[in-house]
Structure formats: C-alpha cells, structure tokens
C-alpha cells in the first residue's frame, strides 16, 4: 500500500525567529523557549527531523566536541569540513535533542556500550515544520495549504503514479529494488469498490435528519443545531498560567455566546492560576483540585505551547 505524505517547512529558521523575538521580547528566553522547546525542525543538510527539547543558552558554534578518534572539533569547523556550511553568527546558543530510547540503544548500552548522548543543533541550520496557531488563524493560508493536501482521489493517484515513473526510470533505484529481490508495478492493482449509502444525522431540535451530502461536510451543520441531549456542567476548572489570564477570560466569554445556539449550559468554572508552564505545576494543580473535590464533572487545562511531552504526561 502506497500514499502519499506532507510536511510543511518554514523558510524562516530558528534563528531568524530568535532574532525577531530579540527585539520585541520583554523576556527573550523565557519566549524563545515558548516558541522552540517542542517544536519539530528539519536539519537541511542530512533531511532528518529533530525535536527541540531544549535550548543550551550558555553554548555557542564555538564550543567543541569530541569527535572521530578523539579529536576535538568545533561547530564551525564540523559544518565547513562535512557539509560546507558556514555559520554566520558565532555566538548564536545550541538547541538540544534528547534521542529516544529504543530497545536497540538499550542492548547497546547492556554491552557496555556508551549511552546516547545530547544531540546539539545549530539554530540558523534548523527550519521549523508545522502549522503555528497564527497560521491556523490564517484563512487564505489555510485554504490554500488544504488544496494541495487534501486532493482529490485522481490528483492522489497520478501523484503517486509520477513518483513509480520516476522510480522506473532510475536506474539507481531500479538497480536497488533488484538487489533486494523486489519489482514495483508499472500499474496500479485495480480492486472493485463499494458504495455506501450516505448517512443522516439526527438531532434535538427537528424530526428531519439531515444529510450529509456527497463530501460528507457534517461540520456546516454542526454549528446550529441542538444535542438530542445535554447535561448541564456543574462542576469543573479551568488550569492556566497567570500570564494566560485575559487569554482565558476571551475564550470563556466566546464558549458562552456560543453555547446558546446549542442549548448548552454550564456553570462559570473555578479557575485556578499556576505561576508557571512547567509540566509538574499543571499536574501538582490536578491533584490537590481533585482530592479536594473528586467528583469534578471536567478539567480544562490551557497551555500556552503545544508540547508533545506535556500531552504525554496527561
């Protein structure tokens, strides 16, 4: 089975972002950390993909590592020798990647092997994949971003069928699939389909369900229409930053003009304000909420990044 497969990359670099946040930050770390810590970036020059788990302030391209032999090497000096690159700002910081551990590096590491170490990153050599919440907002951006992604069933297949041509007509590729005993199709393997019947859904406000049409776009309908049924929520919180406050009081004033149209109730939530964005503080707040009243209805945390590992740890 074949398909195909996006990534969107920014042609701003990490350094690029650092440098523009300089000169409007009021705390340029505690942003840029924001921003980065989180973030997934591809490395140009080898196309791998890396995540930022952290940003070494007190390093620099100038600082050296041990490289093949033992030989001492600095950044500038690495990435002019393997991939003639030269860094133009000196005293820009390192970001860092922690690598995962797998059960191959684990059977290294139980033959005396030594650990993975700390993966250092040149900022200005690093390029931000993903969508930010600024181009979410971005209408045009995302119409046109939706276009090219979500094609349509015969744009799919020649895309696919270009890329088979291509193939065929390497002989580097063609020389490797033989020498793995393997052979692509010039075609591709034809199946007989179903159709199914478009589905009707069904809602507390009228008798008549309402069809989703050929595209099955349910989401214009979804917005007017009532739930078959709602329980109120009576009791939940809502856990944010202290910095994220008025980010809050917008988005609680938003849901209660948009709830109307639903017929959904609630009652106004506790907040709970934590000084910092640290993983540990949202969940020291869970806790004590929750051994004071174990029968809260929902928990609404607000994060100010998106970080794989903070979702994780929920």
């Given at each position: 089975n074949i398909d195909s497969s996006y990534k969107l990359i920014r042609k701003e670099c990490a350094l690029d972002i650092m440098a523009d946040m300089y000169f409007k930050s009021s705390d340029f770390q505690r942003d840029?950390?924001?921003v980065l810590v989180g973030a997934m970036v591809i490395t140009r020059y080898n196309n791998k993909t890396y995540r930022i788990d952290d940003i070494a302030w007190d390093q620099s391209p100038k600082d050296s590592f041990e490289w093949q032999n033992g030989k001492k090497i600095t950044f500038i000096q690495y990435y002019k020798e393997i991939y003639g690159l030269d860094i133009s700002d000196s005293d820009q910081p390192l970001l860092i990647n922690i690598p995962k551990v797998t059960e191959a590096s684990e059977t290294q590491m139980a033959r005396g092997r030594r650990p993975l170490s700390l993966i250092s990153l040149v900022p200005e050599f690093c390029f931000l994949t993903g969508i930010t919440d600024d181009m979410r907002t971005n209408f045009r951006l995302m119409k046109d971003l939706s276009r090219h992604i979500h094609c349509s069933p015969s744009v799919r297949l020649n895309t696919i069928q270009s890329l088979v041509n291509l193939?065929?007509?390497?002989d580097k590729a063609s020389s490797e699939l033989k020498?793995?005993?393997l052979?692509?199709?010039t075609s591709m393997h034809e199946v007989q389909g179903v159709f199914l019947p478009n589905e009707s859904l069904?809602?507390?406000k009228s008798d008549q369900p309402l069809c989703s049409g050929n595209n099955g776009a349910w989401h214009n309908y979804l917005k007017n229409i009532q739930p078959v049924s709602c329980p109120r929520l009576e009791q939940w919180i809502c856990i944010h930053t202290e910095r994220d406050?008025?980010?809050v009081d917008r988005f609680m004033q938003s849901l209660e003009q948009s709830v109307r149209v639903c017929n959904l109730s609630f009652n106004s939530p506790k907040m709970v304000p934590?000084?910092?964005?640290?993983?540990e503080s949202y969940l020291k707040a869970i806790r004590e909420e929750l051994s004071q009243n174990p029968n809260l209805d929902l928990i609404m945390?607000?994060?100010p990044t998106q970080r794989e590992d903070r979702y994780a740890s929920f």
């Open positions: 840029c950390a924001r193939i065929h007509k390497s020498y793995w005993g052979e692509l199709s069904y809602s507390g406050t008025q980010v934590i000084r910092n964005d640290n993983t945390s607000v994060f």
